[in-house]
């Protein structure tokens, strides 16, 4: 069965890092669009950054010029670098596969925990 797994979450001061990964299998790797998203305690999860098949990233405006997506379809792994942590970054963080084509077909893992505090 397809399974997604996260890792590299934790406890970091303000203005520290981290960097989050996320391994898949039983897909093909490259059809897919990869993403992370977050959610805090009491906030709808929300999109942070997306690595398209396609080769383009987008990201959303609180984490710009901090977050860096990358991909690597060899290894079926995506990662998110985290810089300059700030505390409203604190959140669980998912990882999510959708299919370029099916959209339908899409697949979570079961996230990591990131707390940034002093």
């Known amino acids: 069965q397809v399974q997604l797994v996260e890792s590299g979450g934790g406890l970091v001061q303000p203005g520290g890092s981290l960097r989050l990964s996320c391994t898949a299998s039983?897909?093909?790797?490259?059809?897919?669009?990869m993403s992370w998203y977050r959610q805090a305690p009491g906030k709808q999860r929300e999109l942070v950054a997306t690595y398209t098949n396609g080769g383009s990233t987008n990201y959303a405006d609180s984490v710009k010029g901090r977050f860096t997506i990358s991909r690597d379809n060899a290894k079926n792994a995506v990662y998110l670098q985290m810089n300059s942590l700030k505390p409203e970054d604190t959140a669980v963080y998912y990882c999510?596969?959708?299919?370029?084509?099916?959209?339908?077909?899409?697949?979570w893992g079961q996230g990591t925990q990131v707390t940034v505090s002093s």
């Open positions: 039983e897909l093909t790797f490259s059809n897919y669009h």
């Open positions: 999510n596969g959708r299919h370029s084509v099916l959209s339908r077909s899409s697949y």
